[in-house]
């Protein structure tokens, strides 16, 4: 079975400092990982997902995130937050292989930039 | 423009009454998705379809009702035994069952 674990619900940070977002997942298969964006009162916005190639992934708007298989992680970062960065992120796990293909959401985490 | 439209905005519904939410897609992506969303919750898979004329139930499909008889569209209907409809509704749509989706802006559906 597949899960993703966001381990903050909120985070806060000063504009210009880095930004980390973390996610743990549990896959019995291979997984894809994304990570999508959520202003508010709007759709998802894909930031950048991971299958299989390159464990660095470099997504939208600076954002990156680093697979890890050893520690079950696909933790987000930027190096430097801006105000419009302020929004709900989600991480989301998915299994090919398994017959069927479906996204697994964790619970979000809000992002706070202060001025 | 490329891209996923669902209408209305914002939609309220009255007790008792059967209401239908609108995605429509112009991507040419054989698989649609309908997702509810609640606050402090992650996204819940309501139906999906992977073909014309096919659907499944996802995970909290009990209350809805979909239909799939067009590649673009995939209208979500919220039946009167949803007790609990007040929620964001989002829909996305997907090249294939195995490909990224991509997500509309969503249906606020209020209760009055």
């Known amino acids: 079975a597949q899960s993703v674990t966001q381990l903050d619900s909120h985070v806060s940070v000063s504009e210009g400092t880095p930004v980390l977002l973390r996610c743990n997942y549990s896959?019995?298969?291979?997984?894809?990982l994304f990570w999508y964006v959520q202003h508010p009162n709007k759709g998802l916005q894909l930031l950048l997902k991971y299958t299989s190639a390159a464990t660095l992934v470099k997504g939208i708007n600076g954002f990156e995130a680093e697979f890890k298989k050893s520690e079950t992680s696909f933790h987000l970062t930027k190096p430097s937050a801006h105000m419009s960065d302020a929004a709900e992120y989600f991480c989301v796990v998915t299994a090919a292989g398994s017959g069927t293909y479906k996204y697994i959401f964790g619970t979000g985490t809000r992002l706070k930039v202060l001025a | 423009d490329g891209g996923i439209t669902q209408s209305p905005k914002y939609l309220f519904r009255k007790e008792g009454q059967n209401v239908t939410l609108s995605c429509e897609q112009n991507l040419n992506h054989d698989a649609m998705y309908w997702y509810r969303q609640d606050p402090g919750q992650g996204l819940r898979l309501i139906y999906y379809s992977q073909i014309v004329n096919d659907f499944q139930k996802g995970d909290i499909a009990e209350g809805y009702s979909v239909s799939r008889e067009k590649k673009e569209s995939f209208p979500l209907t919220v039946t009167s035994a949803q007790k609990n409809p007040t929620a964001f509704y989002l829909c996305a749509s997907s090249r294939g069952s195995q490909e990224t989706q991509y997500f509309g802006p969503g249906t606020r559906l209020l209760v009055l």
């Open positions: 896959s019995s298969y291979s997984p894809s």
